[in-house]
């Protein structure tokens, strides 16, 4: 008998686990591109990012997320719960995978995209794959991977392209754009609650910003990268991101002098790199008091991450020409200066460049590398997490790692829709990650070990609880090894010490690298 209450016991509290709360959330996901792992101030920036800051307050951050250390492979699993090398070919979303927003329709959820898609959506060839044929009811934004913020190429609204108003700055116009959806669908909608996916470019290069916005940061970088790492560091390890023993990596070798480099130009490139997360921060903000105005913000999950860590990339012709829809002129006839051209001043719509090797290195702090490496310096970046009415003992800091493909498990548990295991003619592809519900809502919560897989261009890593075995390519097998329990910065390789530890992780990634290869076409 005793036995038999038990059961039901059990029986009756995995149905309240698994009950959603009344009323459902509104879902808010907000993600950066290309965003250094310190650059907002909650994690130990100079940037001024108080919204951010605030969201981190009332909410937790996590100091161990992860992405796929690319801007579309990146999308392609936080929008579907399933790796990219599975849930995408030729970097458009396969067939046999849902996204976030198709698995919440049928749970009665509206859903909104504001801002860059990157999944290869085509006007005329493959309107399936525009936001609007996967699931989301409204769209504004762009296609393609990066653009002027004052001229975007492939600028849409749903399905047709459109040109930009006088005045336009891209990373105003998405929030602009969110609003004007939320408003839409109080009126049309009062009663569904909503998903809003919110990708911003900022900071992602060109370096564009308004010049209000440059002018905060002048001088504020004439210090240099190589101090504005060790600022940045000590400031993350003063908040509680990094344990007091952690260390700073060394500057990358390609790093250059400060002493022996144009420092007013080098310098104006990072000031308008703050300017432009500076502005996004701003914009958030803007959401968020409109949320809080329209009294759905203490009952709105948001989910602030970004795609992957900081841009190296120096922008070549080709790059630029690209990203310009084929034109070095602005839209009235004045040239744009493509690339990094020392002496050309950053910011304007005339210019197209980016920080570089060094400021990347410094936007990283404390890790090593960048953007499309699977060091921890391009795949390790910010997670903020808030829902008031649920979350307990706020300000944490979220020590469990997690992964972007833990989105869509996430989303699953809080509004207790279903994943189908079907689209149209195509069974769907299981999901690879696990909800953070728990460690997002409740203190210290400790989760098993995990296993993390990551590969680009060859670039590859796993991740296996506290041990993480880690190469510039894979296919050479030129493994370092790390313990990031001990060294979350990646500064003490034990390749040598623990040779037995990085053989078997060595197997189990290449096993993991033949299920996949097959599929993967990128």
């Excluded at 609003?179 to 009663?191: A, K, T």
């Excluded at 509680?240 to 144009?262: C, M, S, Y």
Aim: glycine share 8%.
């Amino acid at each position: 008998m005793r036995f038999s209450l038990f059961l039901i016991g059990l029986c009756c509290l995995s149905l309240l686990r698994a009950a959603p709360e009344s009323p459902q959330p509104n879902i808010v996901i907000i993600l950066a591109d290309d965003l250094g792992y310190t650059d907002l101030g909650a994690y130990g920036g100079e940037i001024n990012t108080p919204n951010l800051d605030r969201l981190a307050a009332e909410g937790v951050k996590f100091n161990q997320f992860y992405n796929n250390t690319k801007c579309w492979s990146s999308r392609a699993s936080l929008l579907t719960g399933v790796d990219f090398h599975r849930s995408t070919r030729y970097r458009m979303l396969s067939p046999d995978v849902v996204t976030i927003a198709e698995v919440l329709k049928p749970a009665g959820y509206k859903s909104y995209l504001s801002g860059k898609w990157h999944l290869r959506g085509d006007y005329e060839k493959n309107r399936d794959n525009l936001p609007t044929g996967r699931g989301f009811d409204e769209f504004f934004g762009t296609l393609h991977g990066a653009g002027s913020y004052y001229d975007p190429y492939t600028l849409t609204r749903n399905e047709s392209p459109i040109e930009p108003d006088e005045d336009f700055y891209y990373t105003d116009a998405i929030t602009d754009e969110a609003i004007q959806f939320l408003n839409q669908h109080r009126v049309e909608s009062p009663q569904t609650p909503f998903f809003l996916y919110l990708a911003y470019t900022a900071p992602h290069w060109p370096l564009h910003a308004r010049p209000e916005d440059i002018a905060k940061y002048k001088g504020k970088y004439d210090g240099g990268w190589e101090a504005l790492r060790q600022k940045r560091f000590e400031h993350a390890v003063e908040q509680g991101i990094f344990p007091p023993e952690a260390k700073l990596t060394e500057l990358h070798r390609k790093t250059e002098d400060w002493e022996q480099v144009n420092q007013a130009w080098n310098a104006s490139r990072m000031e308008v790199h703050a300017a432009m997360v500076d502005c996004m921060d701003r914009n958030i903000g803007r959401l968020l008091a409109d949320l809080k105005k329209n009294g759905q913000y203490d009952n709105t999950l948001i989910l602030f991450m970004s795609d992957n860590g900081p841009s190296a990339e120096s922008i070549g012709k080709g790059n630029a020409e690209t990203c310009l829809g084929g034109s070095f002129e602005t839209r009235d006839g004045r040239a744009i200066a493509w690339g990094n051209q020392e002496g050309v001043t950053p910011g304007s719509d005339t210019t197209f460049g980016s920080i570089g090797l060094s400021w990347a290195n410094a936007a990283a702090s404390p890790f090593k590398m960048w953007k499309g490496y699977t060091f921890e310096g391009g795949i390790n970046t910010p997670m903020i997490a808030s829902w008031p009415v649920r979350l307990k003992e706020p300000g944490r800091v979220v020590t469990q790692p997690g992964h972007l493909i833990d989105v869509m498990p996430t989303l699953l548990e809080v509004t207790a829709a279903s994943y189908p295991e079907s689209r149209g003619k195509n069974n769907t592809l299981p999901l690879e990650g696990q909800s953070l519900l728990d460690n997002i809502i409740t203190p210290a919560t400790e989760g098993e070990d995990r296993t993390f897989y990551f590969e680009f261009t060859k670039r590859g890593a796993i991740l296996d609880g506290k041990w993480k075995l880690v190469c510039f390519r894979a296919d050479k097998q030129n493994w370092e090894l790390y313990d990031l329990e001990q060294d979350p910065t990646e500064t003490n390789n034990l390749i040598e010490t623990h040779p037995d530890i990085a053989q078997s992780l060595a197997a189990k990634y290449n096993a993991w690298w033949d299920s996949v290869k097959d599929d993967y076409k990128m």
